[in-house]
């Protein structure tokens, strides 16, 4: 079977601030087919967040090196909306408030940007509204709170939560979701996993799961599990890494 | 308020940060005229208006609200020239008197709301909420003037004022100033003066939201809190899109 390469990323560069640029990853090599889900696990400081943050286009990041495909595109050709709109969601690691705009209105604004990007016709207010009532229920979220502002007053595991209704919506060829696991109790995590797998497990889909925690792979099976260390991918294999990791941690498995 | 016989300068507390310049084109005659608007005791008397245009303007409104009335006055400022728009307000017992204004532009304009509330007797409130969005080297300003008579007891009256520079030559002045003689009253005021939220940006780009979007967005949701005791939601719909529409083009 031929496979459809989703994300390639070829010996990547990067710091992060701008006064005093500071090397995070150095040489990162890594692909994800589509039909995969690629999990990243590493210790505290290895570039994790700053991998995803990359990928997103995120402010203060400086590519010094090396290259990125996405589905056939040069990434940093695209603006972080245009990577969007080309289906990279990237899941927050801490998602962000927004005083005064619903989740409602700045998701089907959101949705019909990216639909009007790729030339699709927009969604009424009542095709929007049957579509994020459906994925509230999947993530057993209320509408109510999707009338709310944009996590505002929302608990750290609610915002999770949000982010993987938000994800359902917007409906990504690919993910990258950036510890979705932390803040979560043990229900919240199986729902949110359960989530990813329904959103997620498709054959022309991909996803890059940064976790730290051996709990939220039980639910999401990953198809390849990397070790992030020192800004580089030092080792690769199957879910059985993640098992040895949390057997016998990071110092063992890497020495 | 007596009738100005000379044009007002710089050392004029109310037109401290006036655009002088502009107020000498417009000459005595072009500040001088005030509209009165009279709200009976009981009743409620709601203005919306848009305000400025290409030329210097002024505007100037002088209410009285009967005892138990309620006066509204909620406003979009977004010319292009000097535009000034001034209320004196004098409150009866239990009168209540709400403003809400977004000034909004680019350009070296300087757009002001000059407010006098006079709390005349008992009871009465009054609550202002302006937000400024500005560019260039525009300048969005709110001088707030408060006075408590000395029986003017259970007088509340609120100010809230919030400046948005999207660049960095344009500014934002606040200016509240409390006259209280009465005992028994609360008088607030705020002021903020801030940027984007660069992370709400990121976050919403990462959703797809070009970043014209996002401003439009945000920007939305910032002068939001003007109107919002605005219940006529036509009117509202149309003092947002009067701000709204002059970010399109001009960043």
Sequence with gaps: ?255 | MTQIATLPTRRDEAWRYADIDAVERLGLAGISEWQDIAVPAGETKRTCMVVGGDAPEVTRIRMSVGDGGRAEVFATSAGDDYTRLEIEVTLGKGAHFEFGGVTIGGGDATREFVTQTVHAQPDATSNQIVRSVHWGTAAGNFLGEIKVARHAQKTDAAQDFKGLLLEAGASANAVPQLEIFADDVKCAHGATVGQLDEAARFYMAARGLSPEMARRLLVQAFIGDAFVELEDEESREKLLEAALSKLEGKL
């Design chain 1, 1 to 255: 079977m031929e496979l459809k390469q989703m994300l390639k990323i070829t010996d990547l560069h990067a710091t992060v601030g701008e006064a005093d640029p500071k090397p995070i990853l150095k040489g990162l090599s890594l692909e994800v087919q589509a039909g995969e889900v690629h999990a990243i696990m590493g210790p505290n400081g290895a570039g994790k967040s700053t991998l995803a943050n990359v990928l997103g286009g995120k402010p203060g990041y400086d590519v010094t090196s090396g290259s990125v495909e996405f589905m056939g595109q040069d990434l940093f050709d695209l603006d972080p909306h245009e990577r969007a709109a080309t289906g990279l969601f990237l899941g927050f690691q801490y998602p962000v408030e927004i005083p005064g705009v619903s989740n409602v209105q700045f998701l089907r604004e959101a949705l019909n940007a990216q639909r009007k990007f790729r030339g699709e016709e927009p969604l009424s207010g009542g095709e929007f509204l049957k579509l994020a009532k459906e994925k509230a229920a999947l993530l057993k979220m209320d509408m109510e709170m999707l009338k709310r502002q944009v996590n505002v007053g929302f608990s750290g595991g609610e915002k999770k939560r949000a982010e993987m209704v938000q994800m359902g919506i917007l409906d990504p060829k690919f993910a990258v979701l950036d510890e979705t696991d932390s803040g979560l109790d043990i229900d919240a995590l199986r729902i949110v996993g359960e989530g990813i797998n329904s959103i997620m497990r498709a054959p022309d889909k991909g996803v890059l799961l940064i976790t730290h925690y051996q709990r939220l792979l039980d639910v999401v099976k990953p198809d390849k599990v990397s070790i992030l260390a020192d800004g580089r991918i030092v080792q690769t294999g199957g879910p059985e890494l993640a098992l040895r990791l949390e057997d016998e941690g990071y110092d063992a498995v890497m020495a």
